[in-house]
Structure formats: structure tokens, C-alpha cells
RNA sequence: GUGAGUGUAGCUCAACUGGCAGAGCAUUGGACUGUGGCUCCAAUGGUUGGGGGUUCAAGUCCCCUCACUCACCCCA
């Protein structure tokens, strides 16, 4: 029956939600530009092999979730993160550091849709190249805290955890081997598959015994070397510094293999399986790895679609405009009506026509239907007494006024 | 990629063990010729997602397929 549909996974966005999203972006810009981050805006496709070595050659995304396509025999594919392009552009465009960018735009990853979770969707996301001490981990986390506060989300959960370094991990892999050796039978497929590709990932299971046999395994936050504990422990200094609430949750891991030290998630109930609204940590060895200078970086990135979820339906910079439905009876006043309406549209109004040729009762039905605010009516009566008829949609109140002051009159109005 | 649930008018949903496809809302027209909403009357609207099978007979039972939703995987 419809020829035509949506790919799976995308969605067609209309008035309110185009509202909220604008909402949510342009506070965005407002919070973190007076925070010292500037909007960069990357391509939406880049060459596959940015994320390829960015991501890890085996996770996930980059072995079955990434579009990609071929033009004139280079791989493509549509972004399906945004620190990779950041850093590209800084490395790319020589820029200096310390440096704070600011991105807000659409990703990409071919997974099953579900509750909060699309194909096309969108991120906004910060990055701070340049800085390798524990107090910006604290501060990125307090920034993404109160941006959170001010567009209205108070509850949510922020766990945190330390990943260490590479020297960390190849020490703490052995230990955890050592362990997990005895019971290696008991634990779920697809944990003896994660085991072999990215170790850490076995305590994002959700199976039952699975979570039994890791309660009691050795932590890579019991691990760490002496640095990374240090780093480690100062950041959570920071942390209770900045008063922020906190949960230290050992488990806690990340699907990109760039990530180093510390890694955060914010959490809310009542989303369904997919509740994490915003993640992000510490990336340390990604600028050099892509071909750039050695520096510390670190950033985060939030579901703009999961944030809308549990953010009220009416936010409030969501500010509606007044329609006005203009009617003219008989073709011989359309001057009369374009005039009108130069005149609302020039104070920011939403301005829909009637058609001329049409009754007034018709053309009324018309503007009640799509919920005009006002209705100017403008006839043989009103010409010959030089006035304008405004009728009040909700009350029914009508009122003749004056075509000269009709300026002054939708100055009021549409203030 | 795996599993479960759902698909009937534009929308929300009915139709007992197989037996004439229905209601509310919406739309259009009229009651009502420069005054919308309310009320009343009437009309329009369907390949029951698509294909195949069983049957005298399928929206209903069986198989396949497509789409949506949720969950797994994974992630924001």
C-alpha cells in the first residue's frame, strides 16, 4: 500500500519536536559557549578509516554498525561518533591548546531500533583537548551536570569509574584470567566472546550468573598503577570539591576502545533499557594515535532524542508564535491582503491566507481549524468605513479597527 | 544478527469456539447566503500490511514475507 517509507530507524520530525530539539541546542550553545567551548561543525562523512582507528577495528560499531559506501573507489561512511572528527579537524587545521569545542549534529549506526535508540540520531557533545590533569575530568563532569540541571533534568544517576592506562590493563587482564580460568564454562557465549575482543566488556553482561561469577573477580579499578590510582583519586576529590553526587561503579566500561583513566555515565530511570543519557571520559592517547601531538584529551557526548524522553513535552524557551488568519471577500482585495500581511510578518507573527474567492463562513471554518489565534476580516463593510475587523478566535470578541492605527494595533498584539 | 508482541477506514479501536467487516473521532454536504467552535441529519471512506495454503466459507487456523514496537547484542 505506501510505496515509500522511512528507512528503519530515521524519523520524520514536525512542529513540536523540531521546537524541542532547536530548545535543547540552542541552550547548548548559550551554556557552553559562556564555558569557553566554540561549535565546531564537521562533515557528517569522513573516510572510513577515521573511525576505524579511532573506535578499535573490532568493536562493535566499526565491525557492523558503520554506513559506509564507496565513491570513486574511497570508503566513506556516515559519522557514527563525533570526537574522531574533532580531533581530526584540530590535528588537520593546526589548531592550538589548550582547546574546547562544542558539536551538535546527527551520527549514524546501523543497529535495531528501540525505546531511545535510532539509527540516525543526534548527539551534542564536548571535547577538551590538552588537558591531562584529574581536575578537568571533575569539571567536564560538573559542566555536564549543571547543563543537565538547567534544562530541567534534576534526577539522574552519575557513575564513574577509572579504566587505567594500557600498562594497567595488560597487568590487571592476567589477573582477571587467573581468575575467571576455573569458571570460564559457567559464563554466558557472549562472554567468552567479549573475553577474547574487549575484556573489559564481559561486566556489561546482563545475564544472571554471568553478574554472580564478576561480583566477586578482580576490578580494574583495584588495579591501577600508581598514576592512574593518583589520577584516579584526585578526581574524585575534584568531584565532592564541585559537590557532585556520585557512584563509583567498578563495572562500569566503555564500548570505544580509546578511552583511558577516567570514564562516566549519566543515568535515568524510567528510559527503558537504553538509560544512559550522556557518557564520555578520558582519551589520552587518541590525538597521538591519529597523527597528532601526544596530549591528553577528554570529553562527552548526550542522546538529544533520549534526553527529549524524560524531559517535559513543553520546554520552556519553547516560546508560540500568534496566528493570524487573514480573510478577504472578493478577488478585488488581495492588495489589501498581502498589505496585511507584510505587516504581521514584519513583527515576527505567523500569517496563513483564506481564499478570496471563498465565503467568509467557509474561510472562518478554515482558520478554526487550524487553531488560528486571530482572524482579520477585511470586505465591502470595512471599506467603506476604513476598518479592519479583528476576531478574537478563543473569545469570539470583535472589534473594528481604524486601517491607519492597524500598525500601532499590531504592535500590542503580537508584542 | 537473535527473541517476543502488534498490524482491521485518515486516527483510536471492536468483530464469541472460522459464518454478511463495525463503532467513535476526523472529513464532506445540509439545517445556517458577512461570522468558526456546540447540536442534529446525511454522505464519503476497506485488497483486514503483502503473498501462499487448509476449508463449502478465513480479519480469525497454518506457512512465508514486509513493517512497527519492545527486549537481547551494543550504545548516546
Known amino acids: 500500500m505506501m510505496i515509500y517509507q522511512r528507512p528503519k530507524g530515521t524519523r520524520d520530525l514536525f512542529a513540536l519536536e523540531l521546537k524541542r530539539i532547536e530548545a535543547i541546542n540552542y541552550q547548548a550553545r548559550q551554556f557552553f559557549e559562556s564555558s569557553g567551548y566554540v561549535e565546531i561543525k564537521t562533515p557528517t562523512f569522513e573516510f572510513a578509516q577515521l573511525f576505524a582507528r579511532s573506535i578499535g577495528e573490532t568493536t562493535d560499531i566499526v565491525e557492523k554498525e558503520m554506513y559506509l559506501f564507496e565513491v570513486d573507489k574511497r570508503q566513506y561512511v556516515l559519522r557514527p561518533e563525533g570526537t574522531a572528527s574533532v580531533l581530526r579537524a584540530f590535528i588537520e587545521n593546526n589548531l592550538r591548546v589548550p582547546a574546547r569545542f562544542l558539536y551538535i549534529g546527527p551520527m549514524f549506526r546501523k543497529e535495531r531500533p528501540q525505546k531511545g535508540r535510532y539509527r540516525e540520531f543526534l548527539q551534542i557533545g564536548i571535547e577538551l583537548l590538552g588537558e591531562g590533569e584529574p581536575f578537568y575530568d571533575a569539571e567536564m563532569i560538573e559542566q555536564a551536570n549543571r547543563f543537565l540541571n538547567l534544562i530541567g533534568l534534576n534526577e539522574k544517576i552519575i557513575e564513574i569509574n577509572s579504566i587505567g592506562c594500557p600498562e594497567c590493563r595488560r597487568r590487571y587482564k592476567e589477573k582477571l584470567l587467573?581468575?575467571?580460568?576455573?569458571?570460564?564454562?559457567?559464563?554466558?557465549?557472549?562472554?567468552?566472546r567479549r573475553f577474547q575482543r574487549n575484556f573489559l566488556r564481559i561486566f556489561d553482561c546482563k545475564n544472571k550468573t554471568c553478574q554472580i561469577i564478576y561480583t566477586d573477580a578482580p576490578k580494574i579499578t583495584d588495579n591501577l598503577c600508581d598514576q592512574c590510582l593518583n589520577h584516579y583519586n584526585q578526581v574524585k576529590n575534584f568531584l565532592n570539591a564541585f559537590s557532585i553526587e556520585y557512584i563509583e561503579n567498578k563495572k562500569l566500561v566503555r564500548g570505544l576502545d580509546y578511552y583511558t583513566r577516567t570514564v562516566f555515565e549519566f543515568k535515568?530511570?524510567?528510559?527503558?533499557?537504553?538509560?544512559?543519557?550522556?557518557?564520555?571520559?578520558?582519551?589520552?592517547?587518541?590525538?597521538?594515535?591519529?597523527?597528532?601531538?601526544?596530549?591528553?584529551?577528554?570529553?562527552?557526548a548526550m542522546g538529544v532524542e533520549r534526553l527529549l524522553l524524560i524531559l517535559p513535552e513543553n520546554l520552556p524557551e519553547i516560546k508560540q508564535k500568534k496566528k493570524i488568519f487573514i480573510i478577504v471577500i472578493g478577488e478585488r482585495f488581495i492588495s489589501e491582503m498581502v498589505k496585511i500581511r507584510g505587516l504581521i510578518q514584519q513583527r515576527d507573527g505567523i500569517c496563513i491566507l483564506g481564499n478570496p474567492s471563498a465565503t467568509l463562513k467557509s474561510q472562518l471554518k478554515k482558520a478554526n481549524r487550524i487553531q488560528s489565534d486571530y482572524v482579520i476580516i477585511f470586505g465591502e463593510d470595512e471599506e467603506k468605513k476604513g476598518v479592519y475587523t479583528v476576531r478574537n478566535m478563543e473569545t469570539g470578541y470583535q472589534e473594528s479597527v481604524e486601517i491607519k492605527s492597524f500598525a500601532d494595533y499590531l504592535n500590542k498584539l503580537l508584542q
Open 178 to 192: 587467573q581468575y575467571l580460568k576455573p569458571k570460564i564454562d559457567r559464563v554466558c557465549p557472549d562472554c567468552q
Open 268 to 300: 535515568h530511570r524510567g528510559l527503558g533499557a537504553q538509560n544512559t543519557i550522556l557518557a564520555g571520559g578520558r582519551y589520552d592517547l587518541l590525538m597521538k594515535e591519529l597523527g597528532g601531538k601526544d596530549l591528553a584529551c577528554l570529553g562527552w
